[in-house]
């Protein structure tokens, strides 16, 4: 944490995240649910996590938060939050240090507000108990700050929305209220897991906007965990793709349509729907994802994928460095079979 | 509280005549508990929506929340009748039926596949009983005779009977669920099917294989539906015609290509900006739209869409656009439809 | 009739041979994977324990005084009064009216154990039935059999049972009844959230759009999801029937002496606590044992049913 008030050239990385592995425990079994996941995120970066329900990217962001129950899960690595790595703290002080530089926002608003509660006290409680405590700070104080937030995350007549209760306000308008939240802290990191699943196409437009806004003026860094490619490649700077626990590809998202190699990703390319195109349905990836407690033998991907040769049963392919920024973990990247082809 | 208006039969209609569902200015409202305590509130979820639906046709109703097209599917589907309007079947052989009659000879018009498959089918009941429900209330007796018609329903969507028919629900995965709901729906051959959600709780790349399963129904089984969405990705591959609703009145419907290329409706067009960008592509000119969704219990005056229109006029405000047809097939319920430059400009995004 | 049957035109193509052969199966395959499920459950240590206990008890209340050939419970030896366990031809002793303190045990347990299970059998049964006629039919008979719940819930227990059993007098059958009621509240009133929760689910919303007709729905859909819940509360029941039982008895309420049960055992022992403490702690042991077995059963039965799932 003092390394802020050291001169420095780079931005700071904000998040750390190192070689980090989480297992269930169930029936004295110990199930893989993330198998090595790295990354690293500066001010102001936007970095979308995608993957299938199960692909470990949601428990993945709650064990880098040290969010996990330890008496279900075992999680081994670093997550460095802001120099610190919250995995060495102890409980007590984690709880203390998490909240000031990092916010989770979840996919389903209405269950992270207190339907009993005003939502503009729920706001200015951050002030006033929460890590945004400042001394000094008064009930008239936190209010007028909620208040101003709320301007802040656009919600209209927000005087009058600032006594509404939770159930009176429409989905998209309690995700802003939740993100509201979020950012009373001042956290240097934002992740949002699924932010906009469960809230209409419009809606979802708008709050991603919102997510981009705060960056840009804040200088917060965001992590996104989405299952849709499109709108992480729309959204964010970088895009990882996880499957089976494993990141399978990383690189920045305006390369994702040109570059990406990892059959899994350019299969899910082209399982999005082309809205603007004639009408011919989108190619299916067959198959299920892979159940964690029984992983295919070598490449997780190899019994859906089109290209998969027997090395890709046998061996596990490590994430290598292909382009700067790039990284690839497949032993048959799309591009060279289509360097093949050519040259054949 | 108004009862349905007509009771009367309709004709039956001769075969030739392609019209499978005609839905005619059907109105649905609920009661609810209001501010007042003696005083109920009336929800105006459906106001006066009229479709029809043509054999081996599927014709797509998008809307967001509180557009009231789940209370269409659910009247259409007679689980809550409509207070007013006609919605009528004909059926395959000339037998029609009104407002959702359920109980009337060979009720099985109209199958349903829902947005959740595991809410879809009994947690108890193995697929093969499931699957067999509608042959057993058709009054097919014989266990063989079900047994082989479920195999040939589950091979149609891809399933093996001899791996899959065991299974309780629980042991499928979302997908597979999806499939043996969609065989459920098929089963005992319905004049229509009404597909509420069908992909929206499922993973990206199970998606795109429900997609593409239905779409391959469509080819072989000349499948007649009605598809609920609230995401017009998911419409483009599958619908012939496309609805836009709105509050619970129709905006637009078109052929789905003209609803995707020249949108009339403003609501529409910013239904269709609002998706990402195809993958490598620049984001999308977007229009936004003013403000949140007003309640349904208190529509705006006129045009429905007016407060949050970013091309609003004072005639909004003050009368309700007309359902007109503006390009053959191309209905639209506005008074300033983007036809000139605006829908150039949309167009050309 | 004639759309159902119809076949699926050239759709359909040839089967495989696997699912060819499935098709002239049965469904025979399905029902041993059940039944292979609950031996499964019921054989696992947790759940087979107590429920061997269990049966122990019952099939010595019930069978034991024929097998061990053991003398009537209620006409006594004037002259063996107050004998301590162990006592020749006592083995657990006598009560204070000569009566052999094994025999009464077990003769005691029949009615405390038939108290118990027909008691919780009564209200299950009826409860049920009005709770899910409740949930199904809705509207004025819903309210009418709501607030007859409420109105039984809103009695103390106990004191409804002594009422009704003061009412109806004391004999095993009235006891039966008078604890019965007072669980048909309950169950009434967890069969009604349950079958409300089933009542608007997705599956049942097809049938009834598909015709299919109301007692097909409510025996093929609603009872298989409402009675697991139900039967794992009825479990519960059978220990509070049977305290409730003890209580009326203890109170003079209940089944009358000579008859024994454990409840009228307890209360009998009462006042020779000091002289004769066996007369009190035995019966209490037994009430113990059998309540806790259940229980455990109970709980261990769904912790092992909901890890099968």
Same mark, same amino acid.
């Given at each position: 944490m003092s390394d802020q008030s050291q001169p420095i050239v780079k931005p700071q990385p904000i998040v750390e995240v190192e070689d980090l592995w989480v297992w269930l425990r169930k029936r004295g079994r110990e199930i893989p649910l993330v198998r090595g996941l790295s990354y690293t995120l500066r001010p102001a970066e936007a970095l979308s996590i995608v993957g299938e329900s199960g692909a470990g990217k949601s428990i993945g962001v709650r064990a880098a938060l040290g969010l996990l129950d330890p008496r279900l899960f075992r999680v081994t690595g670093s997550s460095k939050l802001v120099g610190t790595d919250v995995l060495a703290l102890t409980a007590k002080e984690r709880a203390r240090y998490v909240p000031s530089v990092a916010a989770l926002v979840f996919q389903d608003p209405g269950r992270s507000l207190? *339907?009993?509660?005003?939502v503009g006290d729920q706001i200015a409680e951050a002030f006033l108990k929460g890590s945004g405590y400042e001394p000094g700070m008064t009930r008239a104080k936190a209010e007028a700050r909620a208040l101003q937030l709320m301007k802040d995350v656009r919600i209209a007549a927000a005087e009058e929305r600032?006594?509404?209760? *939770?159930?009176?306000?429409?989905g998209g308008m309690k995700q802003r209220v939740v993100i509201a939240i979020a950012v009373a802290c001042k956290p240097q990191v934002l992740f949002c897991d699924? *932010?906009?699943?469960?809230?209409?196409v419009t809606t979802q437009a708008a709050i991603m906007d919102l997510i981009g806004e705060l960056r840009d003026q804040t200088g917060i860094a965001t992590v996104t965990i989405t299952h849709d490619l499109a709108l992480a490649a729309s959204r964010a700077r970088k895009v990882i793709v996880m499957y089976g626990g494993q990141v399978v590809e990383a690189l920045p998202a305006r390369l994702v349509a040109t570059e990406s190699a990892m059959p899994y990703t350019t299969a899910l390319i082209e399982a999005v729907?082309?809205?603007?195109?004639?009408g011919t349905p989108p190619t299916p990836i067959e198959g299920m994802p892979p159940d964690p407690a029984n992983l295919p033998s070598g490449c997780s991907f190899h019994p859906r994928c089109?290209?998969?040769?027997?090395d890709c049963l046998t061996n596990t392919p490590e994430l290598r /460095? /292909?382009? *700067?920024?790039h990284e690839l973990r497949c032993f048959h990247p799309v591009k060279d079979l289509e360097l093949q082809e050519a040259s054949r | 509280m108004s009862l349905p208006t007509n009771t009367q039969i309709a004709p039956g209609r001769q075969d030739? &005549? +392609? &019209?499978v569902l005609e839905v005619d200015d059907v109105v649905q409202t609920f009661q609810v508990a209001s501010s007042h305590p003696f005083r109920k509130a009336t929800v105006s979820a459906v106001a006066g929506v009229s479709l029809t639906v043509e054999r081996g046709e599927i014709v797509a109703v998008v809307g967001e929340t509180g557009s009231g097209k789940s209370t269409l599917a659910r009247a259409i589907l007679g689980a809550e009748p409509a207070k007013k309007g006609r919605i009528v079947l004909h059926r395959r052989g000339g037998a029609t039926k009104k407002n959702?009659? @359920?109980? =009337? =000879?060979?009720?099985?018009g109209i199958q349903m596949v829902f947005q959740d498959p595991y809410a879809a089918?009994?947690?108890?009941?193995s697929v093969l009983r499931s699957v067999a429900e509608p042959l057993r209330t058709a009054g097919m007796t014989s266990s063989s005779e079900r047994r082989r018609r479920v195999a040939e329903i589950l091979n149609l969507v891809g399933l093996s009977a001899a791996r899959f @028919?065991?299974?309780? +629900?629980?042991?499928?995965?979302g997908g597979q669920a999806q499939r043996v709901a969609i065989a459920r729906a098929l089963v005992s051959n319905p004049d229509l099917v009404l597909l509420d959600e069908? &992909?929206?709780?499922? %993973?990206v790349s199970v998606q795109a294989q429900i997609i593409t399963l239905l779409y391959t129904l469509k080819g072989r089984l000349g499948l007649t539906a009605i598809l609920i969405a609230h995401d017009l990705a998911v419409v483009r591959t599958l619908a012939d015609r496309t609805a836009i609703m709105y509050l619970g009145r129709l905006c637009e419907l078109a052929p789905t290509d003209d609803v995707f290329?020249?949108?009339?409706?403003p609501y529409t067009a910013a239904l269709l900006t609002a998706?990402?960008?195809?993958?490598? =592509? +620049?984001?999308r000119e977007r229009i936004h739209l003013k403000g949140e969704q007003p309640s349904p219990l208190n529509p705006p005056s006129g045009c429905r869409f007016r407060t949050r229109c970013?091309? @609003?006029? %004072?005639k909004c405000a003050a009368e309700v656009p007309e359902w007109r047809e503006? =390009?053959?097939g191309h209905h639209v319920a506005c008074h300033?439809?983007? &036809?000139d430059s605006v829908a150039v400009a949309v167009a050309e995004r | 009739m004639t759309t159902a049957t119809r076949p699926l035109g050239a759709s359909v193509t040839g089967l495989s041979d696997a699912d060819a052969t499935w098709v002239s199966g049965s469904t025979r395959g399905r029902m041993v994977a059940t039944l292979r499920t609950w031996r499964r459950a019921i054989l696992s240590p947790s759940v087979a324990f107590p429920l061997a206990v269990f049966l122990i008890v019952v099939i010595a209340c019930f069978a034991g005084p024929e097998i061990l050939n053991?003398?009537?419970?209620?006409?006594?030896?004037?002259?063996?009064?107050l004998l301590p366990p162990g006592s020749p031809g006592y083995p657990l002793g006598t009560n204070e009216l000569g009566n052999d303190e094994l025999s009464r045990l077990l003769w005691g347990g029949q009615i405390s154990i038939i108290v118990g299970l027909g008691a919780t059998a009564f209200g299950l049964i009826v409860g049920s039935f009005l709770g899910m006629l409740a949930a199904y039919s809705g509207r004025a008979v819903e309210v009418v059999i709501m607030r007859l719940f409420d109105a039984l819930l809103a009695f103390p227990g106990l004191i409804l049972a002594l009422i009704l059993a003061d009412f109806l007098g004391p004999n095993v059958w009235n006891t039966i009844l008078a604890i019965g009621i007072f669980g048909i509240a309950r169950f009434g009133r967890l069969a009604w959230a349950q079958t409300i929760g089933v009542r608007h689910r997705d599956f049942v919303v097809a049938a009834r759009s598909d015709g299919v007709p109301s007692g097909s729905i409510v025996l093929g859909h609603m009872v298989p999801n409402v009675m697991p819940t139900l039967l794992g509360f009825a479990l519960f029941t059978v220990g509070t029937a049977m305290t409730i039982e003890a209580g009326l008895s203890f109170l003079g309420l209940g089944v009358q002496q000579p008859q024994p049960t454990w409840g009228n055992m307890i209360a009998g022992a009462q006042q020779y606590m000091s002289l004769a403490p066996w007369l009190l702690i035995l019966p209490a042991a037994m009430l113990v044992i059998t309540i806790l077995s259940l229980n455990l059963v109970a709980d261990s039965l769904r912790i092992r049913l909901d890890e099968e799932r």
């Open positions: 207190n *339907p009993t509660m005003r600032f006594k509404a209760y *939770p159930n009176q306000l429409s699924e *932010p906009t699943s469960s809230l209409d729907p082309d809205i603007d195109g004639n089109r290209f998969a040769q027997d /460095v /292909v382009a *700067p920024a | 030739s &005549v +392609p &019209v959702g009659q @359920a109980k =009337e =000879e060979g009720g099985r089918l009994d947690p108890r009941w @028919a065991d299974r309780s +629900p629980r042991e499928l995965s069908p &992909v929206t709780a499922l %993973d290329h020249r949108p009339l409706h998706i990402p960008p195809k993958i490598g =592509e +620049p984001a970013p091309i @609003a006029q %004072d503006i =390009e053959p300033f439809p983007l &036809v | 053991l003398p009537s419970p209620i006409v006594g030896n004037l002259n063996d009064t």
